[in-house]
């Protein structure tokens, strides 16, 4: 069975430091990762996706890198906002079109 | 097109009571898939139809929760008899085929 795991829960920055939000799956058979971002009580936008067979994808100040074999991703938003308050999840699925596999979450505070 | 929809946004009940929510996906997705997300966690898989056809159903979807999606529109899940464990955020989401899946706002219970 999948296990994706987000550590840290909780994250606070001052504003314009570099974050690094970690994504650890246990099982390497995946289609494609997720990060998704999750305001208070609203549903979930998609960041970034990377398909199994990619390294990284970028998007503005988010990059997200996969290391599939060792079941990891990475999210780097750089020179963060308070705007980027936000929980951050990453999700995998384990083929196209199939079901998502959440993390926990990690939930961030870019303080003024 | 507005993107997925769900009704209502919030819903308080009291237990014992049953519940009904409705999901509009993007029109022309064939794809629909239903997540519960508690306080603090990631969501996690209920179940997902390709047009009217229900093709996985969690093992979380117990006897008291019923979902469906007449003519591959809307979907709609109902929950029976409702319980305090209930309470949580159902996130709906819609995709074509294999594509990114869309989310919506959710629908937040509360079983009192």
């Known amino acids: 069975k999948q296990e994706v795991t987000q550590i840290p829960a909780a994250l606070s920055v001052p504003e314009g430091e570099n974050l690094v939000l970690n994504c650890s799956f246990t099982?390497?058979?995946?289609?494609?990762l997720q990060w998704f971002r999750q305001d208070p009580g609203k549903g979930l936008t998609s960041l970034l996706l990377?398909?199994?067979?990619?390294r990284e994808q970028t998007s503005g100040r988010l990059n997200a890198s996969l290391d599939k074999s060792s079941g990891r991703s990475t999210l780097y938003i750089a020179a963060s906002q308070p705007g980027d308050s936000a929980t951050y999840l990453c999700a995998v699925t384990k083929a196209a079109g199939n079901k998502l596999t959440f993390g926990g979450g990690t939930r961030v505070l870019v303080k003024p | 097109d507005t993107g997925v929809s769900q009704d209502p946004r919030h819903k308080i009940t009291k237990r014992g009571q049953n519940v009904t929510f409705r999901c509009d996906p993007i029109?022309?997705?064939?794809?629909l898939y239903w997540y519960r997300q508690t306080l603090g966690q990631g969501p996690e898989f209920l179940t997902y139809f390709q047009n009217e056809a229900q093709l996985e159903k969690s093992r979380l979807l117990s006897d008291r929760f019923s979902a469906e999606r007449p003519k591959g529109s809307f979907s709609t899940l109902e929950i029976q008899r409702t319980e305090q464990g209930d309470s949580a955020m159902y996130l709906c989401a819609s995709s074509k085929g294999a594509v990114l899946a869309f989310f919506g706002q959710g629908t937040r219970l509360t079983v009192v």
């Open positions: 990377i398909q199994s067979s990619q």
């Open positions: 029109s022309e997705h064939n794809r």
């Open positions: 099982d390497s058979a995946i289609y494609n």
